[in-house]
C-alpha cells in the first residue's frame, strides 16, 4: 500500500516518516556497558529494533521512525562512553 502524501494548510508537501538505521561505534568495556547501551537504545522513542555488531561487539544499530540520532548519541556519551555516529541510512519498511 503506497504512502499518499499530505498537504499541510500552506500547501507545502509532507511526507510520511522512514525508517532509519543508524549505526554508532560505542566505546564499549565490558558486557554491563554492552547492556547498558542496549537498554538505552531501546528506551529511546520511536526505535523498533537495538542491536550490536562488530566482531568486538563495540557498534550499536537503532532502527526507527523520527529517532533524534545525535541526543542518543549524547546520551550513550553521558552513560556508557565515548560514542560517534559511523552511518545513518533510509530503511525499506515494505
Sequence with gaps: EKQKNLKTSFGFKRFHK?????????????????????????????VTFVGLEGEEKDKVVVI??????????????KKVGFAD??????????
Design 18 to 46: 522512514m525508517a532509519k538505521k543508524i549505526l554508532m561505534s560505542v566505546n564499549m568495556r565490558c558486557q554491563k556497558c554492552r547492556s547498558a547501551a542496549l537498554k538505552i537504545g531501546a528506551k529511546t522513542t520511536g
Design 64 to 77: 526507527g521512525e523520527g529517532v533524534d540520532a545525535a541526543g542518543l548519541v549524547l546520551r550513550l556519551r
Design 85 to 94: 555516529i559511523v552511518s545513518v541510512t533510509d530503511v525499506d519498511t515494505s
